[in-house]
């Protein structure tokens, strides 16, 4: 079955139990939670079937779902530099 890694953000306020019944919807499916989030906003990071992540789409607790990936930064060298 097909899936993706996505991050589940939930509205704020949303009930704990909320949030681990839908860990538990993906953990019975096949998926994989990876990272919780707690502080800044409740939520997780997991592998996802698609079958499962069509249902956080119409879930009235989710506030964001996003694809989930390594994040990087780099410099562009403009050749502007300060010799001693």
């Known amino acids: 079955m097909p899936q993706g890694q996505y991050i589940i953000k939930f509205k704020k306020g949303t009930p704990d139990e909320v949030v681990e ?3 538990a ?6 998926g994989t939670v990876t990272h919780r989030y707690n502080l800044v906003f409740k939520g997780f990071a997991a ?9 956080f789409n119409t879930n009235q607790a989710v506030d964001l779902i996003e694809a989930d990936g390594e994040v990087t930064t780099f410099a562009k060298e403009l050749g502007i530099s300060q010799k001693k």
Not at 25 to 30: L, P
Not at 47 to 55: C, G, K, M, R, S
């Open 21 to 23: 019944q839908a860990v």
């Open 47 to 55: 592998t996802i079937p698609d079958n499962i992540l069509t249902t």
């Open 25 to 30: 919807e993906v953990e019975a499916s096949g």
